[in-house]
Protein backbone atom coordinates (compact mmCIF):
# COMPACT_ATOMS: atom_id res chain seq x y z
CA UNK A 1 0.00 0.00 0.00
CA UNK A 2 1.39 3.16 -0.60
CA UNK A 3 0.97 5.94 2.16
CA UNK A 4 -2.21 7.54 1.63
CA UNK A 5 -3.61 3.64 1.42
CA UNK A 6 -1.67 3.47 5.04
CA UNK A 7 -3.26 6.73 6.14
CA UNK A 8 -6.72 5.58 5.53
CA UNK A 9 -6.47 1.99 7.62
CA UNK A 10 -7.48 1.79 11.11
CA UNK A 11 -5.05 1.25 13.79
CA UNK A 12 -4.17 -2.31 14.82
CA UNK A 13 -1.80 -5.31 15.54
CA UNK A 14 0.81 -3.91 12.63
CA UNK A 15 -0.28 -0.43 12.82
CA UNK A 16 0.21 2.93 15.28
CA UNK A 17 -0.13 6.69 14.80
CA UNK A 18 0.87 9.04 16.96
CA UNK A 19 0.77 13.06 16.51
CA UNK A 20 4.51 13.29 18.07
CA UNK A 21 6.99 11.69 19.37
CA UNK A 22 5.67 9.28 22.72
CA UNK A 23 7.05 9.45 26.02
CA UNK A 24 9.98 7.23 26.38
CA UNK A 25 8.15 4.58 27.91
CA UNK A 26 5.09 4.46 25.49
CA UNK A 27 7.94 4.27 22.75
CA UNK A 28 9.59 1.30 24.02
CA UNK A 29 6.32 -0.07 24.72
CA UNK A 30 5.17 -0.24 21.00
CA UNK A 31 8.10 -1.30 20.04
CA UNK A 32 8.66 -3.96 21.97
CA UNK A 33 4.77 -5.37 21.42
CA UNK A 34 5.71 -5.41 17.43
CA UNK A 35 8.76 -7.50 17.52
CA UNK A 36 7.30 -9.78 20.15
CA UNK A 37 4.55 -10.34 17.53
CA UNK A 38 4.23 -9.94 14.19
CA UNK A 39 5.99 -6.65 13.93
CA UNK A 40 4.75 -3.47 12.30
CA UNK A 41 4.78 0.42 11.81
CA UNK A 42 4.63 3.43 13.71
CA UNK A 43 3.58 6.50 11.93
CA UNK A 44 4.92 10.03 13.61
CA UNK A 45 3.23 13.21 12.79
CA UNK A 46 -0.16 11.59 12.15
CA UNK A 47 -2.83 12.20 14.98
CA UNK A 48 -4.90 9.01 15.36
CA UNK A 49 -8.77 10.46 15.82
CA UNK A 50 -9.90 12.87 14.58
CA UNK A 51 -6.87 10.99 11.85
CA UNK A 52 -5.27 14.09 10.73
CA UNK A 53 -1.79 14.61 9.43
CA UNK A 54 -0.19 16.68 11.71
CA UNK A 55 3.52 16.98 10.23
CA UNK A 56 6.94 17.38 12.52
CA UNK A 57 9.50 20.56 12.21
CA UNK A 58 11.82 19.43 9.07
CA UNK A 59 14.59 21.36 11.17
CA UNK A 60 13.95 18.71 14.29
CA UNK A 61 13.63 15.40 11.95
CA UNK A 62 17.32 14.00 12.47
CA UNK A 63 17.37 14.86 16.39
CA UNK A 64 13.73 12.96 16.86
CA UNK A 65 15.19 10.41 14.50
CA UNK A 66 18.18 10.00 17.10
CA UNK A 67 16.26 10.01 19.92
CA UNK A 68 13.94 7.22 18.69
CA UNK A 69 17.23 4.79 18.24
CA UNK A 70 18.76 5.81 21.83
CA UNK A 71 15.10 5.20 23.69
CA UNK A 72 15.34 1.77 21.68
CA UNK A 73 18.89 1.36 22.25
CA UNK A 74 18.75 2.23 25.50
CA UNK A 75 15.40 0.83 27.23
CA UNK A 76 14.66 -2.05 24.69
CA UNK A 77 16.38 -5.79 25.33
CA UNK A 78 17.63 -7.82 23.38
CA UNK A 79 18.89 -5.68 21.13
CA UNK A 80 16.24 -4.16 18.30
CA UNK A 81 16.96 -2.83 15.08
CA UNK A 82 14.12 -0.82 13.77
CA UNK A 83 14.21 0.86 10.16
CA UNK A 84 13.47 4.31 10.27
CA UNK A 85 12.51 6.65 7.49
CA UNK A 86 11.96 10.36 6.84
CA UNK A 87 8.53 10.86 4.47
CA UNK A 88 6.40 13.57 3.18
CA UNK A 89 2.64 13.55 2.41
CA UNK A 90 0.56 16.68 2.02
CA UNK A 91 3.78 18.52 1.75
CA UNK A 92 4.49 17.65 5.36
CA UNK A 93 7.33 15.45 7.36
CA UNK A 94 6.32 12.15 9.12
CA UNK A 95 8.73 9.67 10.56
CA UNK A 96 8.33 6.24 9.65
CA UNK A 97 9.06 3.52 12.28
CA UNK A 98 9.24 -0.28 11.10
CA UNK A 99 9.84 -2.72 13.53
CA UNK A 100 10.40 -6.20 12.66
CA UNK A 101 9.41 -9.42 13.66
CA UNK A 102 12.17 -10.68 16.30
CA UNK A 103 14.02 -13.71 16.08
CA UNK A 104 14.57 -14.22 20.10
CA UNK A 105 11.78 -13.49 22.23
CA UNK A 106 10.67 -12.35 24.65
CA UNK A 107 11.56 -8.93 24.13
CA UNK A 108 10.89 -6.37 27.34
CA UNK A 109 12.27 -3.41 28.84
CA UNK A 110 15.10 -3.43 30.15
CA UNK A 111 14.37 -1.65 33.73
CA UNK A 112 11.39 -3.55 34.37
CA UNK A 113 12.74 -6.79 33.43
CA UNK A 114 10.83 -9.75 31.59
CA UNK A 115 8.03 -10.53 34.09
CA UNK A 116 7.00 -7.12 34.02
CA UNK A 117 8.26 -5.59 30.99
CA UNK A 118 7.65 -8.28 28.32
CA UNK A 119 4.83 -6.48 26.13
CA UNK A 120 2.67 -8.13 23.21
CA UNK A 121 0.27 -6.50 20.58
CA UNK A 122 -3.65 -7.01 21.17
CA UNK A 123 -5.43 -5.28 18.31
CA UNK A 124 -4.15 -1.29 18.55
CA UNK A 125 -3.32 -1.91 22.06
CA UNK A 126 0.16 -2.82 24.07
CA UNK A 127 -0.81 -5.53 26.79
CA UNK A 128 1.38 -6.16 29.68
CA UNK A 129 2.65 -10.36 28.83
CA UNK A 130 1.60 -12.64 31.61
CA UNK A 131 3.91 -15.91 32.89
CA UNK A 132 1.90 -18.16 29.93
CA UNK A 133 2.92 -15.50 27.11
CA UNK A 134 6.29 -15.78 27.89
CA UNK A 135 6.90 -18.47 28.04
CA UNK A 136 5.08 -19.29 24.78
CA UNK A 137 7.41 -16.83 23.52
CA UNK A 138 10.66 -18.84 24.69
CA UNK A 139 9.45 -21.72 23.49
CA UNK A 140 9.02 -19.88 19.91
CA UNK A 141 12.79 -18.62 20.25
CA UNK A 142 13.60 -22.23 20.79
CA UNK A 143 11.51 -23.05 17.30
CA UNK A 144 9.14 -25.60 20.02
CA UNK A 145 5.64 -25.98 20.21
CA UNK A 146 3.74 -26.49 23.47
CA UNK A 147 2.03 -29.34 22.40
CA UNK A 148 5.59 -31.12 22.24
CA UNK A 149 6.52 -30.61 25.64
CA UNK A 150 6.68 -33.66 27.57
CA UNK A 151 4.33 -34.92 31.24
CA UNK A 152 6.08 -36.53 33.32
CA UNK A 153 3.16 -37.19 35.24
CA UNK A 154 2.25 -40.54 33.91
CA UNK A 155 3.78 -43.08 31.62
CA UNK A 156 2.74 -43.36 28.66
CA UNK A 157 1.96 -46.80 29.32
CA UNK A 158 -0.55 -45.99 32.09
CA UNK A 159 -2.20 -43.51 29.77
CA UNK A 160 -5.33 -44.10 28.53
CA UNK A 161 -5.34 -43.67 24.50
CA UNK A 162 -7.67 -46.91 23.54
CA UNK A 163 -10.09 -44.77 21.80
CA UNK A 164 -7.16 -42.82 19.60
CA UNK A 165 -5.44 -45.86 18.92
CA UNK A 166 -8.89 -46.98 17.03
CA UNK A 167 -9.77 -43.85 15.08
CA UNK A 168 -5.68 -43.87 14.15
CA UNK A 169 -6.29 -47.29 12.54
CA UNK A 170 -9.80 -46.35 11.34
CA UNK A 171 -8.93 -43.03 9.34
CA UNK A 172 -5.04 -44.53 8.18
CA UNK A 173 -5.23 -48.44 8.40
CA UNK A 174 -2.25 -48.05 10.42
CA UNK A 175 -1.41 -49.34 13.97
CA UNK A 176 -0.50 -46.22 16.82
CA UNK A 177 2.22 -48.80 17.88
CA UNK A 178 5.10 -47.69 20.17
CA UNK A 179 7.46 -46.79 17.11
CA UNK A 180 4.51 -44.81 15.64
CA UNK A 181 4.18 -42.54 18.99
CA UNK A 182 8.26 -41.91 18.97
CA UNK A 183 8.19 -41.06 15.43
CA UNK A 184 5.13 -38.42 15.77
CA UNK A 185 6.54 -37.13 18.81
CA UNK A 186 3.86 -38.19 20.88
CA UNK A 187 5.66 -39.63 23.61
CA UNK A 188 9.76 -38.63 25.02
CA UNK A 189 12.27 -40.72 26.86
CA UNK A 190 13.15 -39.31 30.00
CA UNK A 191 15.70 -41.07 31.93
CA UNK A 192 15.01 -44.54 30.45
CA UNK A 193 10.90 -44.12 30.70
CA UNK A 194 8.44 -42.77 27.97
CA UNK A 195 6.57 -39.95 28.75
CA UNK A 196 3.22 -38.62 26.92
CA UNK A 197 3.46 -35.03 25.33
CA UNK A 198 0.79 -32.58 25.83
CA UNK A 199 -0.31 -33.52 22.23
CA UNK A 200 -0.85 -37.25 23.04
CA UNK A 201 -2.37 -36.23 26.38
CA UNK A 202 -5.26 -33.90 24.29
CA UNK A 203 -5.59 -37.02 22.13
CA UNK A 204 -5.76 -39.67 25.23
CA UNK A 205 -9.79 -40.15 26.72
CA UNK A 206 -7.74 -40.06 30.08
CA UNK A 207 -8.53 -38.30 33.60
CA UNK A 208 -5.50 -37.01 33.06
CA UNK A 209 -6.62 -35.07 30.14
CA UNK A 210 -9.38 -33.61 32.00
CA UNK A 211 -7.28 -32.66 35.00
CA UNK A 212 -4.37 -30.62 32.86
CA UNK A 213 -6.69 -29.51 29.37
CA UNK A 214 -10.26 -29.14 31.26
CA UNK A 215 -10.68 -26.05 29.17
CA UNK A 216 -9.87 -28.10 25.73
CA UNK A 217 -13.37 -28.55 24.73
CA UNK A 218 -15.80 -26.41 22.50
CA UNK A 219 -18.52 -24.57 23.90
CA UNK A 220 -21.55 -24.54 21.03
CA UNK A 221 -24.38 -22.43 21.30
CA UNK A 222 -27.62 -21.84 18.99
CA UNK A 223 -29.26 -18.56 20.19
CA UNK A 224 -33.11 -16.99 19.77
CA UNK A 225 -32.32 -13.55 17.40
CA UNK A 226 -29.32 -11.55 17.35
CA UNK A 227 -27.86 -11.57 20.85
CA UNK A 228 -26.90 -14.09 23.64
CA UNK A 229 -30.00 -12.97 25.62
CA UNK A 230 -32.01 -15.95 24.89
CA UNK A 231 -30.42 -19.64 23.87
CA UNK A 232 -32.33 -22.45 22.06
CA UNK A 233 -29.57 -24.92 22.43
CA UNK A 234 -26.01 -25.76 23.63
CA UNK A 235 -23.72 -28.12 24.49
CA UNK A 236 -20.11 -28.79 25.78
CA UNK A 237 -18.29 -31.06 23.60
CA UNK A 238 -15.65 -32.18 25.94
CA UNK A 239 -14.19 -35.53 24.17
CA UNK A 240 -10.41 -35.55 22.93
CA UNK A 241 -9.56 -33.43 20.36
CA UNK A 242 -9.66 -35.81 17.51
CA UNK A 243 -13.48 -35.90 17.30
CA UNK A 244 -14.16 -32.54 18.83
CA UNK A 245 -14.29 -30.85 15.34
CA UNK A 246 -16.98 -33.27 13.89
CA UNK A 247 -19.08 -33.24 16.46
CA UNK A 248 -18.76 -28.91 16.57
CA UNK A 249 -19.73 -29.24 12.73
CA UNK A 250 -22.67 -31.48 12.78
CA UNK A 251 -24.12 -29.06 15.76
CA UNK A 252 -24.26 -26.25 13.17
CA UNK A 253 -26.20 -28.21 10.77
CA UNK A 254 -28.46 -28.78 13.04
CA UNK A 255 -29.30 -25.25 13.28
CA UNK A 256 -28.75 -24.04 9.83
CA UNK A 257 -30.81 -24.36 7.05
CA UNK A 258 -31.30 -26.38 3.88
CA UNK A 259 -33.36 -24.92 0.73
CA UNK A 260 -33.66 -25.76 -2.62
CA UNK A 261 -32.44 -23.65 -5.68
CA UNK A 262 -33.08 -23.94 -9.05
CA UNK A 263 -30.28 -24.54 -11.77
CA UNK A 264 -30.82 -25.03 -15.44
CA UNK A 265 -33.83 -27.36 -15.20
CA UNK A 266 -32.33 -29.11 -11.76
CA UNK A 267 -33.17 -28.31 -8.35
CA UNK A 268 -30.63 -28.23 -6.07
CA UNK A 269 -30.27 -28.75 -2.22
CA UNK A 270 -28.17 -25.87 -0.86
CA UNK A 271 -27.57 -24.75 2.53
CA UNK A 272 -28.31 -20.99 4.05
CA UNK A 273 -24.14 -20.96 4.62
CA UNK A 274 -21.40 -22.40 3.14
CA UNK A 275 -20.39 -25.28 4.82
CA UNK A 276 -17.42 -26.72 3.61
CA UNK A 277 -15.54 -22.94 4.75
CA UNK A 278 -17.74 -23.56 8.44
CA UNK A 279 -16.09 -26.86 8.72
CA UNK A 280 -12.79 -25.94 7.98
CA UNK A 281 -13.07 -23.06 10.03
CA UNK A 282 -14.15 -25.13 13.01
CA UNK A 283 -11.57 -27.52 12.37
CA UNK A 284 -8.54 -24.97 12.38
CA UNK A 285 -10.05 -23.41 15.88
CA UNK A 286 -9.43 -27.12 16.76
CA UNK A 287 -5.98 -27.82 15.44
CA UNK A 288 -4.48 -23.76 15.60
CA UNK A 289 -6.26 -23.37 19.05
CA UNK A 290 -3.31 -22.10 21.77
CA UNK A 291 -3.23 -25.19 23.94
CA UNK A 292 -1.03 -23.00 26.67
CA UNK A 293 -3.63 -20.18 27.27
CA UNK A 294 -5.61 -21.75 30.26
CA UNK A 295 -9.47 -21.32 30.90
CA UNK A 296 -9.97 -20.63 27.54
CA UNK A 297 -12.28 -22.82 25.73
CA UNK A 298 -13.45 -22.88 21.50
CA UNK A 299 -16.72 -21.50 21.44
CA UNK A 300 -19.23 -21.39 18.37
CA UNK A 301 -21.87 -19.45 18.68
CA UNK A 302 -25.11 -19.34 16.08
CA UNK A 303 -27.53 -16.52 15.67
CA UNK A 304 -30.35 -15.87 12.87
CA UNK A 305 -27.89 -13.27 11.42
CA UNK A 306 -24.42 -15.44 11.09
CA UNK A 307 -22.17 -18.18 12.80
CA UNK A 308 -19.54 -17.33 14.98
CA UNK A 309 -16.41 -18.84 15.44
CA UNK A 310 -13.85 -18.09 17.90
CA UNK A 311 -10.64 -19.62 19.32
CA UNK A 312 -8.05 -19.00 21.60
CA UNK A 313 -4.67 -17.61 20.69
CA UNK A 314 -4.00 -14.80 18.35
CA UNK A 315 -3.78 -15.33 14.81
CA UNK A 316 -0.21 -16.79 13.67
CA UNK A 317 2.09 -14.06 12.91
CA UNK A 318 2.37 -15.02 9.26
CA UNK A 319 -1.20 -15.76 8.35
CA UNK A 320 -3.07 -12.83 6.52
CA UNK A 321 -6.59 -13.35 5.99
CA UNK A 322 -6.96 -10.00 3.80
CA UNK A 323 -4.77 -12.72 1.28
CA UNK A 324 -6.95 -15.93 1.73
CA UNK A 325 -6.19 -17.28 -1.84
CA UNK A 326 -2.01 -17.36 -1.23
CA UNK A 327 -2.64 -20.85 0.17
CA UNK A 328 -0.79 -19.55 3.54
CA UNK A 329 1.01 -22.29 6.40
CA UNK A 330 1.87 -21.97 9.38
CA UNK A 331 0.99 -24.35 12.57
CA UNK A 332 0.94 -23.26 16.03
CA UNK A 333 0.77 -27.28 17.27
CA UNK A 334 4.06 -29.06 15.16
CA UNK A 335 2.72 -32.45 16.38
CA UNK A 336 -1.05 -32.14 16.47
CA UNK A 337 -1.31 -29.95 12.82
CA UNK A 338 0.57 -33.35 11.04
CA UNK A 339 -1.22 -35.76 13.12
CA UNK A 340 -4.97 -34.21 11.93
CA UNK A 341 -3.15 -33.83 8.55
CA UNK A 342 -2.89 -38.07 8.88
CA UNK A 343 -6.43 -38.26 10.02
CA UNK A 344 -7.63 -36.59 7.25
CA UNK A 345 -9.56 -33.65 9.00
CA UNK A 346 -7.29 -31.18 7.59
CA UNK A 347 -6.18 -31.10 3.94
CA UNK A 348 -2.77 -30.05 2.32
CA UNK A 349 -1.17 -27.31 4.08
CA UNK A 350 -2.15 -23.83 3.23
CA UNK A 351 -5.04 -25.03 1.18
CA UNK A 352 -7.37 -24.46 4.04
CA UNK A 353 -8.16 -20.40 3.79
CA UNK A 354 -8.17 -20.80 -0.24
CA UNK A 355 -10.88 -23.23 0.43
CA UNK A 356 -13.31 -20.92 2.19
CA UNK A 357 -11.78 -18.31 0.18
CA UNK A 358 -13.40 -20.64 -2.76
CA UNK A 359 -16.89 -21.76 -1.30
CA UNK A 360 -17.25 -17.86 -0.43
CA UNK A 361 -17.37 -17.10 -4.04
CA UNK A 362 -20.76 -19.26 -4.56
CA UNK A 363 -22.14 -17.65 -1.51
CA UNK A 364 -22.46 -13.40 -2.16
CA UNK A 365 -24.83 -13.30 0.92
CA UNK A 366 -22.33 -14.32 3.41
CA UNK A 367 -19.82 -12.16 4.15
CA UNK A 368 -16.60 -13.13 6.17
CA UNK A 369 -15.42 -11.09 9.11
CA UNK A 370 -12.80 -11.81 11.43
CA UNK A 371 -11.58 -9.84 13.78
CA UNK A 372 -9.11 -10.45 17.45
CA UNK A 373 -10.79 -10.45 20.71
CA UNK A 374 -8.46 -10.21 23.34
CA UNK A 375 -6.34 -13.07 23.15
CA UNK A 376 -8.73 -15.00 21.12
CA UNK A 377 -9.26 -14.72 16.78
CA UNK A 378 -12.87 -14.65 15.93
CA UNK A 379 -14.64 -15.60 12.47
CA UNK A 380 -18.40 -14.56 11.19
CA UNK A 381 -20.05 -15.95 8.47
CA UNK A 382 -22.97 -12.63 8.35
CA UNK A 383 -26.02 -12.91 6.45
CA UNK A 384 -26.10 -9.67 4.58
CA UNK A 385 -29.72 -10.85 3.23
CA UNK A 386 -30.75 -10.86 6.51
CA UNK A 387 -29.37 -7.75 7.74
CA UNK A 388 -30.92 -6.01 4.91
CA UNK A 389 -34.25 -7.90 5.75
CA UNK A 390 -34.14 -6.39 9.12
CA UNK A 391 -33.05 -3.26 7.60
CA UNK A 392 -36.33 -2.72 5.59
CA UNK A 393 -38.34 -4.45 8.37
CA UNK A 394 -37.96 -1.40 10.23
CA UNK A 395 -38.61 0.92 7.66
CA UNK A 396 -41.94 -0.94 7.06
CA UNK A 397 -42.23 -0.41 10.72
CA UNK A 398 -41.49 3.22 10.82
CA UNK A 399 -43.93 3.27 7.65
CA UNK A 400 -46.92 1.87 9.32
CA UNK A 401 -46.26 3.67 12.61
CA UNK A 402 -46.64 6.95 10.54
CA UNK A 403 -49.64 5.61 9.01
CA UNK A 404 -51.02 4.50 12.32
CA UNK A 405 -50.70 7.71 13.59
CA UNK A 406 -52.19 9.35 10.94
CA UNK A 407 -54.81 7.29 8.26
CA UNK A 408 -55.26 4.22 10.32
CA UNK A 409 -55.25 5.63 13.23
CA UNK A 410 -57.98 8.13 12.09
CA UNK A 411 -59.67 5.70 10.55
CA UNK A 412 -59.30 1.83 11.27
CA UNK A 413 -58.38 2.48 14.98
CA UNK A 414 -61.78 4.35 15.06
CA UNK A 415 -63.56 1.62 13.62
CA UNK A 416 -61.47 -1.02 15.87
CA UNK A 417 -63.34 0.57 18.85
CA UNK A 418 -66.86 -0.27 17.40
CA UNK A 419 -65.71 -3.80 16.51
CA UNK A 420 -62.92 -6.30 17.51
CA UNK A 421 -63.25 -8.44 14.30
CA UNK A 422 -60.62 -6.26 12.64
CA UNK A 423 -58.20 -7.66 14.79
CA UNK A 424 -60.00 -11.01 14.79
CA UNK A 425 -60.12 -11.76 11.03
CA UNK A 426 -56.02 -10.95 11.58
CA UNK A 427 -55.59 -13.23 14.41
CA UNK A 428 -57.41 -15.91 12.63
CA UNK A 429 -55.02 -16.04 9.90
CA UNK A 430 -51.90 -15.59 11.54
CA UNK A 431 -50.87 -19.44 11.46
CA UNK A 432 -52.80 -20.87 7.92
CA UNK A 433 -54.66 -18.85 5.47
CA UNK A 434 -57.78 -19.61 5.45
CA UNK A 435 -61.03 -19.25 2.64
CA UNK A 436 -64.06 -16.33 3.52
CA UNK A 437 -66.20 -19.31 5.27
CA UNK A 438 -63.05 -20.72 7.11
CA UNK A 439 -62.47 -17.22 8.48
CA UNK A 440 -66.11 -17.00 9.51
CA UNK A 441 -66.09 -20.75 10.90
CA UNK A 442 -63.02 -19.41 12.85
CA UNK A 443 -65.18 -16.33 14.04
CA UNK A 444 -67.79 -18.87 15.17
CA UNK A 445 -70.35 -17.84 12.50
CA UNK A 446 -72.46 -20.27 10.82
CA UNK A 447 -72.28 -17.83 7.51
CA UNK A 448 -70.14 -15.24 5.66
CA UNK A 449 -71.77 -12.40 7.23
CA UNK A 450 -72.13 -8.84 5.15
CA UNK A 451 -69.85 -7.03 7.89
CA UNK A 452 -67.16 -9.40 7.16
CA UNK A 453 -66.82 -9.07 3.84
CA UNK A 454 -66.60 -5.15 4.19
CA UNK A 455 -63.67 -5.84 6.91
CA UNK A 456 -61.44 -7.85 4.45
CA UNK A 457 -61.74 -5.51 1.54
CA UNK A 458 -60.60 -2.57 4.02
CA UNK A 459 -58.33 -4.97 4.96
CA UNK A 460 -56.82 -6.09 1.84
CA UNK A 461 -57.27 -2.08 0.59
CA UNK A 462 -54.97 -1.22 3.87
CA UNK A 463 -52.45 -4.44 3.00
CA UNK A 464 -52.70 -5.75 6.22
CA UNK A 465 -54.04 -9.30 4.87
CA UNK A 466 -53.75 -10.42 1.01
CA UNK A 467 -55.50 -12.50 -1.61
CA UNK A 468 -53.48 -16.35 -1.90
CA UNK A 469 -54.66 -16.38 -5.80
CA UNK A 470 -54.55 -12.41 -6.14
CA UNK A 471 -54.71 -12.23 -10.48
CA UNK A 472 -58.48 -14.25 -9.71
CA UNK A 473 -60.32 -12.51 -6.49
CA UNK A 474 -63.12 -14.53 -6.96
CA UNK A 475 -61.67 -18.10 -7.28
CA UNK A 476 -63.68 -20.94 -5.73
CA UNK A 477 -60.50 -21.97 -3.44
CA UNK A 478 -59.70 -17.92 -2.82
CA UNK A 479 -58.03 -17.66 0.81
CA UNK A 480 -56.55 -14.72 2.56
CA UNK A 481 -53.50 -14.55 4.36
CA UNK A 482 -51.82 -12.01 6.72
CA UNK A 483 -49.07 -9.21 5.16
CA UNK A 484 -46.13 -8.68 6.76
CA UNK A 485 -47.35 -5.49 7.38
CA UNK A 486 -50.53 -6.95 8.95
CA UNK A 487 -48.33 -9.23 10.93
CA UNK A 488 -46.47 -5.53 12.23
CA UNK A 489 -49.92 -3.58 12.63
CA UNK A 490 -50.87 -7.14 15.00
CA UNK A 491 -47.89 -6.73 17.29
CA UNK A 492 -48.07 -3.04 17.42
CA UNK A 493 -52.02 -3.52 18.62
CA UNK A 494 -50.62 -5.41 20.98
CA UNK A 495 -48.93 -2.73 22.94
Known amino acids: MNIKEILNQPEGRR???????????????????????????LYIGVADDPREVIGLDEDKLVAIEEKISNIIFDRCYPAILPEIKFISEENKHLIQVTVFRGSTPPYYLKEKGKLQGTFIRVGSTNRLADEAIISELERRRRNISFDSEVIPDKPVNDLNIDGFKAIFKEKTGEELSDQALRKLDLVKDMQGVEYPTNALIL???????????????????????????????????????????????????????????????????RWEYPVKAIREAIRNAVVHRDYSLTGKDVKI???????????????????????????????????????????????????????????????PNIELRWKEVGLSFQLQF??????????????????????????????????????????????????????????????????????????????????????????????????????????????????
Request: aromatic share 8%.
Open 15 to 41: LEFKAELPEHSDLAKTVVAFVNDAGGD
Open 203 to 269: FSDDPLRNSLFHYAKVECARFKGVSIDDFIDQKSITTNIATQAEEAYNFVLRHINKGATVEGVYTVS
Open 301 to 363: AIYDDMVEITSPGLLPPSIDYAAMESRQSDARNKVIAPIFKRLGIIDQWGNGLKLIADELKEY
Open 382 to 495: VRLDYLLNAERIKDVQQELQQELQQELQQELQQELQKTTLYSEVLRCIVSNALSRQGISLALGQKKVSGQLNKIIQKLIAHNLIERTIPEKPNHPAQKFRLTERGQLFLGLLAK
